[in-house]
């Protein structure tokens, strides 16, 4: 069973530009939840989909956003990149859900560089 | 406003001794709790879990206590390997209304030497 992909593995952009993550999650998951890991900070949770609709956010600013697709794969999106963008965003997927309904399955993220 | 803190970043640990990562939470709805462990260049993997009814949960080396008035999990690896060098992630759990949301604290990286 292929495990949580995101692409790409690695990119570095300038401020002010945009950028596009994506992830596939395991195939039968429908939840897909975005991570942002940077050091001293842990992992922060940026929001869930699940079957197309965002169902939890946390407290990021408007510049991230994302979207999942009917097939369960999602994107994220930053816009206007500032250079504290920097870090590691990781993809986590699950059948149902955060918490009790089940654990969340990692992909090995997307390192942002931010110049 | 952090609600999970783990307030080792870091811990060095014998083989064969036990490690003991500490996390405390200031969220009394949270009602699950679970370990990640993460290696470099790698996404994090699920170690354990436990429920708010519950005060301890074991799988084989791992064992997770809950203490609900303090507030505070603590995670025990006994016997400490050099395969458990990682950085290891506690999370917690609530209800949001619309699902349930996982808030993670910062990490502690473990270090096993021989």
């Known amino acids: 069973k292929a495990g949580v992909t995101q692409t790409p593995r690695y990119l570095i952009k300038t401020r002010g530009q945009q950028v596009t993550l994506s992830c596939s999650p395991i195939?039968?998951?429908?939840?897909v939840s975005w991570y942002q890991q940077t050091p001293g900070q842990g992992l922060q949770f940026l929001f869930e989909?699940?079957?197309?609709?965002?169902?939890n956010k946390g407290n990021f600013p408007g510049r991230f956003s994302g979207r999942q697709f009917s097939n369960s794969r999602s994107e994220m999106n930053v816009s206007t990149l500032e250079l504290g963008d920097s870090a590691l965003y990781l993809c986590a997927s699950s059948f149902s859900g955060q918490g009790l309904a089940g654990e969340l399955f990692f992909g090995e993220g997307s390192r942002l560089t931010v110049l | 406003d952090q609600q999970v803190k783990q307030n080792s970043p870091s811990l060095s640990v014998q083989e064969g001794r036990i490690s003991i990562l500490n996390c405390d939470y200031t969220n009394s709805m949270f009602d699950y709790f679970l370990w990640y462990k993460k290696y470099p260049a790698e996404g994090p993997t699920f170690l354990i879990s436990i429920s708010s009814i519950k005060d301890k949960n074991e799988d084989g080396r791992f064992t997770v206590f809950l203490n609900k008035s303090a507030k505070h999990l603590s995670l025990h690896i006994v016997p400490s390997q050099p395969g458990d060098s990682a950085v290891y992630f506690c999370a917690a759990s609530e209800y949001t209304g619309t699902a349930s949301k996982l808030t993670f604290g910062t990490g502690t990286r473990l270090q096993v030497t021989l």
């Open positions: 989909y699940f079957s197309e609709t965002q169902r």
């Open positions: 195939s039968g998951h429908r939840s």
